[in-house]
């Protein structure tokens, strides 16, 4: 069973371009988390996703930044119009549905983004 | 709002010797409490997890407990080696997972 995957694993994006992250959950696990690792700063929670539903966005930047699972394919974070403060590692962890966010989370490796 | 604390943010020791790593919360309303490592540019490895209803879990040479009432948790590892070089990060769930900002330990050989 594989485990969480995300891709890219590195992404260099220039100011002002867009960046698209993805993250395959889990075989069986239908809720997905997005964690945000700013250089020498713990992960932070950004958003919570059941398949095409946003159960809690309550981390995640009010502009610039949005999510989706939809009902076929990984889950996309898209970043618009990057700032050099959005470089960090972007982490995204899948579960079982059952107790919601109580549920253990699988880490995937995370991608690196780096704005140029 | 909870919020989770390392001590101390780094640390070295000679190999061999054994270690506490501390983890501090301020809400003691956690589902539970989770030790994980982190290496350089890598994802997350889960190495314990404590239920609020617990007081310690232990896998090979780690052991980590819990008291909720004092919002604290420490991680023990004994005879410590250069591959537990990495960066120990605590995680607390309450109805998300809050991380503190983690202990890099370096593991002289």
């Known amino acids: 069973n594989a485990g969480v995957m995300q891709n890219p694993r590195h992404l260099v994006r220039r100011r002002g371009q867009e960046a698209r992250l993805r993250c395959s959950p889990m075989k069986g696990h239908s809720h997905v988390y997005w964690y945000r690792q700013l250089p020498e700063e713990g992960l932070k929670f950004m958003v919570y996703?059941?398949?095409?539903?946003?159960?809690?966005e309550s981390g995640m930047p009010k502009e610039r930044f949005s999510a989706e699972f939809p009902k076929e394919g990984p889950s996309i974070l898209r970043i618009q119009q990057v700032v050099r403060g959005d470089s960090a590692a972007y982490f995204c962890?899948?579960?079982?549905?059952?107790?919601?966010?109580?549920?253990?989370?699988?880490f995937g490796p995370g991608t690196r983004l780096l704005v140029l | 709002k909870q919020e989770v604390t390392q001590i101390p943010a780094a640390l070295s020791v000679p190999e061999g010797e054994n270690l506490v790593l501390n983890c501090s919360f301020t809400d003691s309303a956690i589902y539970n409490l989770q030790w994980f490592r982190q290496d350089p540019g890598k994802g997350l490895t889960s190495l314990l997890l404590?239920?609020?209803?617990?007081r310690e879990q232990t896998s090979g040479r780690l052991n980590a407990s819990l008291d909720k009432s004092s919002g604290r948790s420490t991680l023990y590892i004994a005879a410590s080696q250069p591959g537990d070089s990495a960066t120990y990060l605590c995680?607390?769930?309450?109805?998300?997972?809050?991380f503190g900002k983690g202990t890099r330990l370096h593991i002289l050989p």
């Open positions: 996703l059941q398949k095409e539903n946003i159960i809690d």
């Open positions: 404590i239920q609020s209803s617990q």
């Open positions: 962890a899948s579960s079982r549905p059952g107790q919601g966010a109580r549920e253990t989370q699988y």
């Open positions: 995680a607390v769930l309450d109805d998300k997972i809050i």
